[in-house]
T-cell receptor, first 112, second 115 residues
Framework: SQKIEQNSEALNIQEGKTATLTCNYT??????LQWYRQDPGRGPVFLLL?????KEKRKERLKVTFDTTLKQSLFHITASQPADSATYLC???????????FGTGTRLKVLA | EAQVTQNPRYLITVTGKKLTVTCSQN?????MSWYRQDPGLGLRQIYY???????DKGDVPEGYKVSRKEKRNFPLILESPSPNQTSLYFC??????????????FGPGTRLTVL
């Protein structure tokens, strides 16, 4: 079956460290993959998009990698801050469809 | 301000009483979509619309209807709500689906409780 998985366990890290979140998918051929941030009770907010032919994308302290062989995307937040605490969602757009498929999200808590 | 608005934000209703959740965007986006979010299941797409009068099913369309008569509006209709439709609902829009600049903008959410 087709699915997209994120670590459902919460991730606690110390302020200043690098947080790494994982998104794995099976049986999809995504044209691109997106990462969103969601705060409690609010709608997701777009962070980064990475295409299938891109290995890495950066935006300020954020970095995303995309390995279509491993069917995996990694999301890194460097020099993490307590304000980075949120749930992070990955989403992919399967080739040939107009749908979006979201992972269940990983809750990140950055400890001061 | 560019935004997606949803109304109502909170709704408690009873089984079988038809309801509509409105969604509007002011960004002239072509693509609009509805999601529901449930604990442990994440965001699941209900319906989407590529443009006016063009709609299609997402992964969980049962029990829902949509319409897209104007570009800016995409209402979600529950003809006969049931308790299993209790959820947090999000509307989203993007300029053009499927491009490398594809970015979804989400509304603030509607928390629906069906008794």
């Amino acid at each position: 079956s087709q699915k997209i998985e994120q670590n459902s366990e919460a991730l606690n890290i110390q302020e200043g460290k690098t947080a790494t979140l994982t998104c794995n998918y099976t049986n999809y051929s995504p044209a691109y993959l997106q990462w969103y941030r969601q705060d409690p009770g609010r709608g997701p907010v777009f962070l980064l998009l990475i295409r299938e032919n891109e290995k890495e994308k950066r935006k300020e302290r954020l970095k995303v990698t995309f390995d279509t062989t491993l069917k995996q995307s990694l999301f890194h937040i460097t020099a993490s801050q307590p304000a980075d605490s949120a749930t992070y969602l990955c989403a992919l757009a399967p080739l040939g469809t107009y749908k979006y498929i979201f992972g269940t999200g990983t809750r990140l808590k950055v400890l001061a | 301000e560019a935004q997606v608005t949803q109304n109502p934000r909170y709704l408690i209703t009873v089984t079988g009483k038809k309801l509509t959740v409105t969604c509007s965007q002011n960004m002239n986006h072509e693509y609009m979509s509805w999601y529901r979010q449930d604990p442990g299941l994440g965001l699941r797409q209900i319906y989407y619309s590529m443009n006016v009068e063009v709609t299609d099913k997402g992964d969980v369309p049962e029990g829902y209807k949509v319409s897209r008569k104007e570009k800016r509006n995409f209402p979600l209709i529950l003809e006969s709500p049931s308790p299993n439709q209790t959820s947090l609902y999000f509307c989203a829009s993007s300029l053009i689906k499927g491009t490398s600049t594809d970015t979804q903008y989400f509304g603030p959410g509607t928390r629906l409780t069906v008794l």
